[in-house]
């Protein structure tokens, strides 16, 4: 069965430093592959999605970057994290085929810029 | 451009009674559609979908979801809920081609004894 792994879980850092979140898929291959922030009252936004090692999309303009190093490996950086970075990080996968119709979600990783 | 819009921020209801979470969307193209549900300071979890055929979907705990194409919404309802129930839920919306997906604000439920 297939299975996603997002660390750290909570992670408080101080404004002006870096920052890497990753997550990594099992039990597939090829996946899509997304990051999310969940801000309070504000929902789910779309950071970035990925269709294949290499290639990453960016839906909003931020502080932020990711890469895909591998198939089912994705992570989440900045260089210097600002205040407004604080938020929960959501990790998600989904299939290609054409039964692959929904999303998986990872446990978030709860990050307090300080 | 494809948006999801959760009407409520906050639901309270009384245990065993019935509920409605209301979700609209806008897409230029075919979508499916998805109810997700989250528990505090956890990822999402899926409820249901609805893809094609039937525009009446169900979920095991009881909640359903029907698809109104005219209306372009995805309303959640529940006849009954439970206090287990108090949670975050999510509609969200997906492309056809290319599994993006796209999320409301969120509907918090919050079931009182």
């Known amino acids: 069965s297939q299975t996603i792994h997002q660390w750290p879980a909570t992670l408080v850092q101080p404004v002006g430093s870096p920052l890497s979140l990753e997550c990594t898929v099992e039990?597939?291959?090829?996946?899509?592959l997304y990051w999310y922030r969940q801000a309070a009252g504000r929902g789910l936004q779309l950071l970035f999605y990925?269709?294949?090692?290499?290639?990453i999309s960016s839906e909003v303009p931020q502080n932020l970057s990711a890469s895909r190093p591998q198939d089912r490996q994705f992570i989440l950086s900045s260089k210097k994290l600002l205040l407004s970075d604080s938020g929960f990080y959501l990790c998600?996968?989904?299939?290609?085929?054409?039964?692959?119709?929904?999303?998986?979600f990872g446990q978030g990783t709860r990050l307090t810029v300080v | 451009a494809q948006s999801v819009t959760q009407l409520d921020s906050q639901v309270p209801v009384f245990e065993e009674a019935p509920v409605e979470l209301r979700c609209n969307y806008s897409?230029?193209?075919?979508?499916?559609l998805f109810w997700y549900v989250q528990y505090p300071n956890q990822g999402l979890q899926l409820l249901l979908k609805?893809?094609?055929?039937?525009?009446l979907v169900e979920s095991i705990n009881g909640f359903e979801a029907e698809f109104n194409k005219s209306q372009t919404s995805f309303h959640l309802r529940k006849p009954s809920v439970h206090i287990s129930d108090t949670a975050e839920y999510f509609c969200?919306?997906?492309?056809?081609?290319?599994?993006?997906?796209?999320f409301g604000s969120g509907t918090k439920l919050n079931v009182k004894p």
């Open positions: 998600a996968w989904s299939g290609r085929g054409r039964r692959d119709t929904e999303a998986f």
């Open positions: 039990g597939t291959s090829n996946p899509n």
């Open positions: 990925s269709v294949g090692i290499g290639q």
């Open positions: 897409s230029s193209v075919s979508v499916y």
């Open positions: 609805y893809l094609s055929g039937s525009t």
């Open positions: 969200a919306v997906s492309l056809y081609n290319f599994n993006k997906f796209y």
